[in-house]
Structures are given as C-alpha cells and as structure tokens.
C-alpha cells in the first residue's frame, strides 16, 4: 500500500519554509553515488584482473602484495555494495524528505560501512608499501621505515576496528535510539579515521619521490617513475575532502545527506588506491602482448631460468653491497620490467649463476638498440682474480 506523500512522516523535520517533497527528491548526491559505485565496481574489477593475470601468468611473481590487494578488494566490493543498501534507504537524500520507517535500515548500512572502511583501507595501504619494498629492495633504510610504518598503521587500524564493531553497548542502540544503553562518539571515531587516512595518504604519496631520485637515469624517466608510484596523490585530495567535510559537516542532523557525502569521498579513497595499486602491472602487460616478444622472453621467463642475466636499476648509493648475494637479487630482479619501459643507455654487467661463486663471470657488452626498453639495475660485484 502506497501512502499519499502528505500522510509520510520525514525522518527529521524539515527547516523553517521547506516543504518536504517525498515524490521527487533532490537526488543530486543519490546519483553521484550510484554513478560511483557502479564505475569502481567496473573498473578497479578490470584492473584487479589484469593484476592477478600479469602476476600469475606473464611475470609469475605472485606475492604477499598480492594477497593483500585481493583482501582490499573484496572488502571495497563489499564497501560499495553497502553503498547501494544505503541509497537504497534514503542514503544521499536530505533525511526530511526520507521517510522515518528507513531510517533504522538506513542505520544499519552506516554501521557496516563504519566497520569495512578501516581493513579495507589497511589492506590496501600495505599492498602498495609492500610492492615499494620489492622494487627498492636495494634501499635498506626505507624498506625497514616503510615496514616501521606499517606496524604503525596495524597499531591504529586493529583497536578501531574493534571500538567501531562495538561502538554501542548494545549494539543496536546505534540504529535504534530507543534502546537503552551507551556509545562511543560516532563523530570522533570517524574524525580520527580521516586524519590518519589522510596523513597515510601523504606518506604513501611522498616515500618514493626520493627513492626515484636517487635512479642513475635522465630526469624525464625519473619523472615517470616517480608518476607511476605516487599517482596515490589523488587518493590524498579524496581524504583530506572527506576530513573537511566531517570537520563542518558531521554535527549536521541532515545525515542521510551528510553521512552519503562523507562516505561517497572514503570510497574514492580506497578505490584509487586499489587503481594506484594495480597502475604497476599495466607496462608488464602491454609489454607481454603488444611488444617485441624477444624482449618479453628475456624480461620476464629469463628471471625463471637456472642462468639468469642479473639486470638491476642503477642507484646513485652504493651503501648496499651485500646486493651481491643472489638469493636477494632473485626476489625483486623483475620489478623494473613491470614499472619502467626504457633502458638508461648505460653499460650492462652480466653475470652468469651456477651456484658456485668460483664460476662467476664479468663481461660488459654495449647497449644494441634493441636494448632501450628496459632500465637495468646495477650490482656492485667484488671478484679477486688469481
């Protein structure tokens, strides 16, 4: 039975001089959010394909980054699946003209949405610190801050994940305010999730920008390099919006409108950062298609073999000689292929491996033309000659 519109009751009364227009409704923050949810569903799904293809099938470097991009992405799906619930219950509307039976419904879907934002962001955090501490492996110091810094995130994200799942006591209360009992400050708890995501964000952005100037390579590719790392500087614009409209907005009672807002901005956060996450692969992939497949064979299947061409990205510190071992070299060796097109027109150092370090050689060799698609890495190799 549908209701006439002047027999609904809103779920907040109206302000003075407004009348409440429960057949048409402005929608404007509504549609932004479908609009949204059905893009990043699309398009970060494309792209965590492409991903989990190029690292099982064409580079065949599946790792822990991986996993935990996957885990972000299942919770992100499940973020903007909630979304839509909450549309679906006066979500994006000015709650006046929202009728008062949507509102516990509508509360439920903020309760889940407040849960899924902080593993979701965490998972997808540590991917990119992860995949930054294969590719400057050669970079102790910053691999070792960078893992300091992830504990630091764990110690922040654990606790407020579990104070959110329990931010009423019942937990009820927090959809239906007539049961009795106490909660914990919404606001703050939401507050504090944007001043860490934004100061995260900035991190995230800033940590390879001197890591990349540190390449032995011409200005341009240190550019692109350093593009293809910190594009997470959108998911920065994305969370310090979300931090400034709590700060003026979140005491508002509007918060079928508010809340829409806050949350459209958290789910642009998260799911740039899984584009920002998946941007590396992209190169690999064209590459593995689309390139001289020549090249393709020695930049990915020749890190597989038992004799391996050791081609590392050049580095203006030479504070890491312990590179030589290579066991390490393994591990991060094909990095460069997945991030970086061009070669730096540099002599090349090739080393053969037989698991004997009596039967290693030296030999340089120029660089041929058709070596310029790949930036080589250089290892600083100590022999004795007899």
């Not at 979300?242 to 907005?249: A, F, Q, S």
């Not at 064979?297 to 510190?317: F, L, Q």
């Amino acid at each position: 039975m549908i209701l006439p519109t002047n027999a609904i009751e809103g779920a907040l009364p109206p302000p003075p001089g407004i009348i409440p227009n429960f057949a048409h409704p402005d929608k404007t923050v509504w549609t932004a959010s479908v609009v949204t949810q059905a893009l990043c569903l699309v398009i970060v799904g494309v792209l965590m394909g492409l991903r989990i293809y190029v690292r099982t099938s064409v580079t065949n470097n599946f790792g822990k980054d991986d996993w935990l991009c996957i885990l972000g992405w299942i919770l992100a799906i499940g973020y903007s699946v909630t979304a839509l619930i909450m549309c679906h219950f006066g979500g994006g509307i000015n709650q006046w003209e929202v009728p008062k039976s949507q509102i516990e419904p509508f509360g439920k879907s903020v309760y889940v949405t407040m849960v899924l934002y902080g593993p979701c962001a965490f998972f997808i955090k540590t991917s990119i610190l992860i995949f930054l501490t294969r590719v400057f492996a050669p970079f102790r110091r910053a691999v070792i801050g960078i893992y300091i810094f992830i504990g630091f995130m764990l110690a922040y994200y654990l606790p407020v994940v579990i104070i959110k799942a329990m931010i009423c006591r019942p937990v009820r209360l927090f959809w239906d305010h007539d049961v009795p009992g106490k909660c914990f400050n919404q606001r703050a708890l939401i507050l504090a999730d944007s001043v860490i995501s934004v100061l995260s964000d900035l991190i995230i952005f800033a940590v390879p920008l001197p890591l990349a100037s540190d390449l032995n390579m011409p200005l341009k590719k240190k550019l692109r390099v350093a593009a293809i790392f910190s594009a997470g500087g959108l998911a920065c614009v994305t969370s310090i919006i979300r931090l400034v409209d709590i700060v003026h907005n979140g005491m508002s009672p509007n918060q079928t409108l508010v809340f829409m807002r806050v949350n459209l901005w958290g789910i642009a956060e998260v799911n740039i950062g899984l584009i920002c996450a998946c941007l590396p692969v992209l190169p690999a992939f064209y590459k593995h298609h689309f390139g001289n497949q020549s090249q393709n064979t020695k930049g990915y299947a020749g890190y597989n073999s038992t004799e391996r061409s050791i081609e590392m990205m050049g580095s203006k510190s030479k504070k890491n000689n312990d590179l030589s071992n290579t066991n390490s070299l393994a591990d991060y060796g094909s990095e460069e292929n997945v991030l970086i097109t061009d070669r730096a027109p540099h002599t090349i150092l090739e080393r053969s491996v037989h698991g004997n370090s009596e039967a290693q050689t030296n030999t340089p060799r120029k660089t041929s033309v058709d070596d310029q698609h790949t930036i080589m890495k250089t290892v600083e190799v100590h022999q004795t000659f007899h």
